[in-house]
Structures are given as structure tokens and as C-alpha cells.
């Protein structure tokens, strides 16, 4: 074993790339809310990107360490505390066995990321760590980390002092713009409802989590009249049951929209009107409940091209850490 | 004078339910153990500890407001 747990934080989870290829089966790909982030600290310890960290969200965990390591904290911006000794953020440091890392109130973001050499090494589950504590799958016996839990490390790649120039991070936005596609029942909101759903602000919801993130403030929407289908709920915005996206943006009874993020069910009875592109997901991973977006309507030639950025700005990064 | 803070971002609430009265009311004598107020999160109520001791001296987040991580929730002298 190699980290004691000494306070878990408010739902401190571990982390990889996820599962896919489970969602059929109504198993969600799970993994990092921030996937970037998750991947620029495995990078910073000398790990496989891939690697299992821990995801703590809006309170740090307070952990100690019964050998030495290496560590990086990346995402959420708060302060980062070696024996109460300051540590920067986006840098690997050394820690030695019966130190203590804790984190101070959070700044910015939601999200904290932290990878260790070696990755964590608790029981793959369907290919990966990840928790998904409502399936009791990954983490440690299905579940988010808890105090006295004994997390073990694999073996350490390469390790060194290295830190991500800020330049190459992603730049800040205010209010965050979430680009999305409009989708299969995107028809079912009158043209004045589809307006507005881009031109409203919105405000994350204090229900925000793993599964969703909520958005409110922007006006009810108003649907095009139609005979309900057989097997449809009478809800307007109900139809028959179909399979959801990740990044699907469901509006039950036409208020409030939810994003589907990386622990969302797979299908159900509501209406998505689009989806959040894949490029933009990692983002909703750090808002704060109360914070304001904007959706920003894009087609699917800038929803690909967003995708080859994110993997270049990636890239660059692994590049600029190899180069060192 | 200690401060309360939120530990993290959410809805304050002065009271365990509506109907119920505030956790401290001016003059109250505070414990460091001591809940204060719910903070309401990803679906959850997560209790404030006083982490101070002294006397109750007035909340300062309104109840049922947001909160930041960081803010004042209350003051105790």
C-alpha cells in the first residue's frame, strides 16, 4: 500500500479513461469528468495516460503517504498543501513516505485531478478502475474512497520535475461556452424555443454530478402540438424510450436542461434536443453549481474540427514534457 | 473575530428542514464540533462544522443563497 487515506474530501473517486464498449448494456464509459486534466497529471508523474487517479470534486482529500512518490494535481485550481508547504498546480513534485497532501477551498473549477507514479493499482473492473459507485463497479469495492482506505501504486515509468506551461493549458472562458448539436427530436421545440435556447444564458444547478449536470434560467420551452405516440408518456417532451448519447441535452417537461455526462443512463423517455460535442465535455467536468454558460450551436464539421484541437492541444503538451 | 466558511460551493441553508429553527441563533454558544448549516450539493446535504469556538454571533450568507468555496457563512466572537 502506498497512500492513507486521512479525510476522503466530498466524493473523492478513482478515475481512468473509463469503459466503453458497456453502454449497450446500460453500463456507462464512466472515467474522468476531465479527461484532459486526468490526462496532462498522469503525463506530469511519467504514467500511461490511462492510468488511474483519484477525481476529487470541489474539497480535496487529505492523504498520506507510506512511501515516496511522485504527484501532480491538475484541473481545479485550489491550493495545494505538502505538510502545509505550497505546491503548484500542472507539476509533478516528489513527496516522501509519512508526508500529508491537503488542499485548501477551492478557486476555480470543480475538479481536482491528482495522478501518482505508478498509477493507482486497485482491481480492473470491464477494462478499467473508474468508479461507478451505482453500479458498484472499480474504485475500492465499487465505491468512492473513504477514510482509512489503503489505495496501492504499480510500478513508476519515469519520473521528474516537470510542470505544463500555462500558455499551452486551455484558455479561461467567462461565461463558458458549451458547443452542441442540434439532434434527432431538436423538430419537437418550436423555432422561437430554439432560438432562445442558445441566445439565454443558463446557470448550473446545485444538482449537478457525474450522471448530469443540470442548467437552469432560461425560459420553459414550448413544443411543436403532436399526437403522442403509442408508448410515448403524455408529456410533450416524452417520446418512446430511446438510447441517449453522452453529452445528450435532455429537457424533461421542457425547463431544464441536462447535459447526460460520463455516468448517465443510456436511454429513456425524454427528448434530447441535441448533444454537447465531445470536445466541450471536459469543460462541464469544471463548473461550479451557480456559474453561467452559454450553448453555442455548431455543426458537425466544427464539432470534428473541435476535436482534432483538443487532441493537438494534447499533444503539444505531451510533446513539451517529453522535450523537458 | 472567527469566520465561518463554506468548504465548498452549493446552497447554504441556516436550518436541517424548512420548518425547522436555525442551527444557531445570536448569542448561542458554538462548539467546534457543532453543525451551523447545510450546504446542498450534487444532491447531498453536507453539514458546516463551527471548527471554531466561541459565541454564535449571526449568520452572513443569507439562508438558501448560493455559497463559494470560501465564502463567509457566519460569524462567531
Redesign the interface.
Known amino acids: 500500500m502506498a497512500i492513507k487515506v486521512r479525510k476522503a474530501g ?2 473523492t473517486t478513482i478515475q481512468d479513461m473509463g469503459r466503453p464498449g458497456y453502454f449497450h448494456l446500460g453500463i456507462p464509459e464512466g472515467g474522468a469528468m476531465d479527461r484532459f486534466s486526468m490526462r496532462v497529471a498522469n503525463m506530469l508523474v511519467g504514467n500511461d495516460e490511462g492510468a488511474a487517479g483519484l477525481e476529487a ?3 480535496g482529500p487529505e492523504l498520506e503517504f507510506t512511501k515516496d512518490t511522485w504527484v501532480a494535481a491538475t484541473g481545479a485550481t ?1 491550493p495545494i498543501l505538502l505538510d502545509g508547504e505550497p505546491r503548484e498546480g500542472w507539476s509533478a513534485f516528489p513527496v516522501k513516505a509519512g508526508q500529508v497532501l491537503s488542499f485548501g ?3 476555480e473549477g ?1 475538479r481536482v485531478y491528482l495522478a501518482f507514479a505508478g498509477g493507482i493499482d486497485t482491481p480492473m473492473q470491464l477494462g478499467s478502475r473508474s468508479t461507478y459507485p451505482i453500479g458498484a463497479l472499480g474504485g475500492v469495492n465499487g465505491r468512492a474512497i473513504a477514510v482509512g482506505d489503503e489505495l496501492p501504486l504499480g510500478t513508476p515509468g519515469k519520473t521528474a520535475a516537470r510542470s505544463v506551461d500555462a500558455a499551452l493549458l486551455r484558455p479561461k472562458q467567462s461565461p463558458v461556452a458549451l458547443r452542441a448539436l442540434p439532434g434527432l427530436y431538436w423538430h419537437r421545440i418550436t423555432e422561437a424555443s430554439q432560438e432562445k435556447f442558445f441566445a439565454e444564458d443558463w446557470t448550473v444547478a ?4 457525474r450522471m448530469g449536470y443540470r442548467f437552469r434560467g432560461g425560459a420553459p420551452m414550448e413544443f411543436v402540438p403532436r399526437e403522442q405516440p403509442f408508448g410515448a408518456g403524455s408529456d410533450p417532451s416524452n417520446i418512446v424510450d430511446g438510447c441517449y448519447s453522452y453529452g445528450s441535452i435532455q429537457v424533461p417537461g421542457g425547463t431544464e436542461p441536462i447535459v447526460l455526462h460520463r455516468d448517465a443512463v443510456s436511454g429513456g423517455g425524454y427528448f434530447t434536443i441535441g448533444a454537447v460535442i465531445s470536445a466541450d465535455m471536459d469543460l462541464i467536468g469544471q463548473l ?3 456559474t453561467k454558460v452559454r450553448f453555442v450551436k455548431v455543426d458537425m464539421e466544427t464539432a470534428l474540427a473541435a476535436r482534432k484541437d483538443r487532441r493537438a492541444r494534447l499533444q503539444k503538451i505531451r510533446e513539451a514534457l517529453a522535450a523537458g | 473575530m472567527p469566520d465561518i ?1 463554506s ?5 447554504f441553508y441556516h436550518a436541517p428542514d424548512p420548518k425547522a429553527e436555525a442551527f444557531k441563533k445570536p448569542g448561542d454558544a458554538v462548539a467546534a464540533e457543532d453543525t451551523i448549516g447545510l450546504v ?5 446535504f ?1 453539514e458546516v462544522k463551527a471548527e471554531v469556538e466561541g459565541t454564535f454571533d449571526g449568520y452572513v450568507a443569507g439562508n438558501a443563497e ?1 455559497v ?3 465564502d463567509t457563512l457566519a460569524k462567531v466572537r
Not at chain 1, 446545485?206 to 454530478?209: G, I, N, S, Y
Not at chain 2, 468548504?7 to 446552497?11: A, K, S
Not at chain 2, 446542498?40 to 447531498?44: D, F, G, Q, R, S
Open positions: 466530498l466524493s470534486v470541489f474539497m485550489m477551498f477551492l478557486k470543480a446545485p444538482e449537478a454530478d461550479q453549481p451557480n | 466558511l468548504p465548498l460551493p452549493g446552497t446542498e450539493v450534487m444532491k447531498t453536507i448560493p463559494q468555496a470560501g
